[in-house]
């Protein structure tokens, strides 16, 4: 996280305008889009504050005429937004506010942000591509539950559907973030030329797919449930960022950083703390397809297996398996 940490303040200090920032009311908004329960959410949203007071102090604004900041905090209507307010930071330097609904739409008034942050949420797709749902579409996804290792048509039907809501994400904040404000978006990635099958999490998509046919096999979960499950989440290549920009036009990439997804990669991780992320990652979108009675099951076997899978994890392109890009809105014609 400490490099991107540096990716984030070096970039933010080099290349914020914080001209268009100089409204009358003296305030920065700021939108995080896919917040979570846990300490990253606003790890990263004190990240960018930070950068953008040092910003102001360098271009020799004093301490009375520091913006004010108010940031807003989205997720989806299911979400406990509770939860959230019961957990902000104490000594928040902030005004806080929750705005519900799907981040693709407009949330926001024109011109009325000053910059948006999102991590480890655009991955995730709304709906996962009808063709992969489809028996007589040669995208079927029959006994995979992703497309890492499938044929080239289910992982093209992936692609084009994160292309869609990516295209629909990057369409409305261009409407609703100011001339020269900025985005910086952190989500799991596949280096551009290396197979799916070959990175971390499609390592463990897989495995999971392998426990959970197991458990068809033995009648413990029925076999069309397994056909029908896929898990809705894309990793995007740095080469499908900078079309997906490139086509929508209003946004330049001031920077695009492929790092490793892993916290701290100098503690080796363990099965079992594998495991753990990967259950609360994927506990809720499992639940809801297959009921909460398989859970401890499959994850006990997913845990069990582990040995087997910690070779292949271990010599997995580890690097670049997060992407870091920061975009910035041009200005309007
Ligand atoms: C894995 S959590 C990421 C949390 C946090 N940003 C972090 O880095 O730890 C993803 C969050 O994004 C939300 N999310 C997923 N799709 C969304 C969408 N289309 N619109 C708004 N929120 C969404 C989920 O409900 C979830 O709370």
Not at 202 to 226: M, P, R, T, Y
Not at 236 to 263: A, H, W, Y
Request: a negative charge.
């Amino acid at each position: 996280m400490e490099f991107t940490k540096n990716v984030i303040d070096e970039t933010i200090i080099e290349k914020l305008e914080i001209k268009p920032f100089s409204s009358a009311s003296n305030s920065v908004c700021v939108a995080n889009m896919g917040w979570s329960v846990g300490p990253n959410t606003f790890y990263c949203t004190q990240i960018i504050l930070d950068a953008v007071e040092k910003k102001f102090i360098s271009e020799g604004f004093t301490p009375d005429q520091m913006p004010q900041f108010q940031v807003f905090f989205n997720s989806l209507l299911f979400d406990d937004f509770n939860i959230l307010f019961e957990s902000l930071p104490p000594k928040r330097r902030y005004f806080s506010a929750g705005v519900p609904g799907p981040f693709h739409g407009r949330l926001f008034p024109d011109s009325s942000l000053h910059f948006v942050h999102s991590s480890y949420a655009l991955n995730w797709l709304s709906e996962v591509p009808p063709e992969v749902l489809d028996k007589d579409s040669p995208a079927w996804n029959q006994g995979r539950i992703h497309y890492t290792s499938a044929p080239e048509a289910v992982v093209e039907a992936y692609a084009a559907q994160f292309a869609k809501y990516m295209g629909m994400f990057l369409d409305t904040k261009a409407k609703e973030l100011v001339e020269g404000s900025m985005m910086v978006l952190i989500l799991p990635s596949t280096p551009d030329g290396i197979p799916h099958s070959d990175v971390p999490t499609g390592i463990l998509f897989n495995h999971l797919g392998s426990c959970l046919v197991d458990l068809a096999k033995e009648g413990l979960v029925s076999e069309a449930l397994v056909d029908s499950f896929n898990i809705p989440m894309y990793s995007v290549t740095p080469k499908e960022i900078r079309q997906l920009v490139e086509r929508n036009g209003c946004f330049s990439i001031e920077r695009m950083e492929p790092t490793d997804c892993r916290t701290n990669p100098d503690i080796p991780a363990t099965g079992y703390s594998i495991t753990m992320r990967f259950r609360a990652g994927l506990e809720g979108v499992i639940t809801r397809h297959f009921g909460a009675e398989i859970i401890n099951e499959l994850f006990e076997r997913f845990l069990e297996r582990m040995d087997d899978v910690m070779p292949s994890l271990l010599s997995s392109n580890a690097q670049g398996s997060q992407i870091t890009v920061i975009l910035k809105r041009k200005c309007y014609n």
